[in-house]
């Protein structure tokens, strides 16, 4: 790795300034499918930071904490994505087709849909319940998440009829009130 440390600060540079494409930078650390003397010191000099990644989780339990909650929140996501995409339980089953990045694509402006949707009538209810006098301490907050998914229904009809809202949010539903058949 310390011969080809010249080397590497000149891709850390060129990769900061917009000089060289990334794709260009993994094509010449790679030939025949292996990596080349550059591509190696790379690799290794990732594995020191990934060691000492994985010894600060090990030691450190704020640390592992946080770690957690991430994957967390990464892991919500994905399950929305399955649930939005529930055709063929959630999986591409084909190789790549033209116009395939379109459904992808599609999948991700739903996941964002229903993200910012979730969004607003979260900071509704927030204000609302504080408005009542309840406070919403910093420990419940870092805990709400717009990735909920139970509330929609992701079958049957879709009727896309924009009620007139004068630019607000429905009202919130009395979660003490019996449900009602709409």
Not at 77 to 99: D, I, S, W
Not at 118 to 137: F, H, M, P, Q, T
Not at 152 to 162: M, Q
Request: hydrophobic share 40%.
């Amino acid at each position: 790795m310390v011969q080809h440390w010249d080397d590497m600060v000149r891709v850390a540079g060129s990769l900061s300034t917009n000089q060289v494409r990334a794709y260009d930078l993994i094509k010449m650390m790679t030939a025949d499918g292996r990596l080349t003397g550059l591509g190696n010191a790379f690799a290794h000099y990732g594995r020191i930071f990934k060691t000492l990644h994985l010894l600060q989780v090990v030691h450190v339990e704020d640390y592992r904490r946080m770690i957690g909650a991430q994957l967390n929140v990464g892991e919500s996501r994905h399950t929305l994505a399955r649930r939005v995409f529930f055709g063929n339980l959630g999986r591409l089953t084909r190789g790549y087709e033209r116009g395939m990045e379109d459904q992808v694509g599609a999948l991700g402006l739903g996941i964002n849909a229903i993200t910012w949707w979730n969004s607003l009538y979260i900071d509704a209810a927030v204000k609302r319940l504080e408005a009542g006098g309840l406070g919403i301490g910093p420990e419940i907050r870092s805990r709400l998440s717009p990735l909920l998914f139970e509330h929609i229904n992701f079958h049957g009809f879709y009727p896309f009829n924009r009620p007139d809202l004068d630019g607000g949010l429905r009202e919130l539903r009395d979660p003490n009130a019996a449900d009602e058949q709409e």
